[in-house]
């Protein structure tokens, strides 16, 4: 029994060996290898997208933090932020002593980043309780102001006279401040 095949069945088979190994070498040379490339960017991806979230989610979570502690904290930010005035300060703590006079402000050595003043004081009240009683305002005035101790109290006749010194802190300008 004789098979005959043709030319053109030759040729044809001869080109569909030739694209088999064509395929088969392309997939050895090129596909496999970035295929496996392709798998382990693929897993790096996945652990950077879960180290973004994670980042992503600790961010909104100190954000909402931030606004938190900015919203409870208001007062004190704008305090931070507010000149100190003697002629104010003197106008509104006035009703706790009978005479209150705030001496020149002077310039310290600023610290961590605030400006700090300290302003001598002197005053006369009728008792020390009117005393504790604006200390007790000073921690909700429009300042931070931190009073230094000792407080000096010498009675005279029905009147006692204090004297004592106060540091006012001030966020510091910054000169290179762009606007």
Known sequence: MKINFSRQTIYLFALCIFLLIFVLAFSFAVLIPKGKEYRIKKSELKKENLELKQLSDFSIEKEVTLQKFQNDNVHIIT?????????RFEKQHK????????????KLEDEEGFSVYEV????????PKSFYNF???????????AVNFPINFKRDGEMIS???TMRVYNNAKESNSSK
Do not use: Q
């Not at 001598?120 to 008792?127: A, G, R």
């Open 79 to 87: 305090a931070f932020e507010t000149e100190f005035s003697a002629d």
């Open 95 to 106: 009703g706790f002593f009978s005479s209150l006079s705030v001496s020149k402000k002077s």
């Open 162 to 164: 204090s004297t004592f």
């Open 135 to 145: 200390l007790d305002t000073l921690n909700k005035s429009d300042w931070m102001i």
């Open 120 to 127: 001598n004081t002197t005053s006369k009240i009728s008792s």
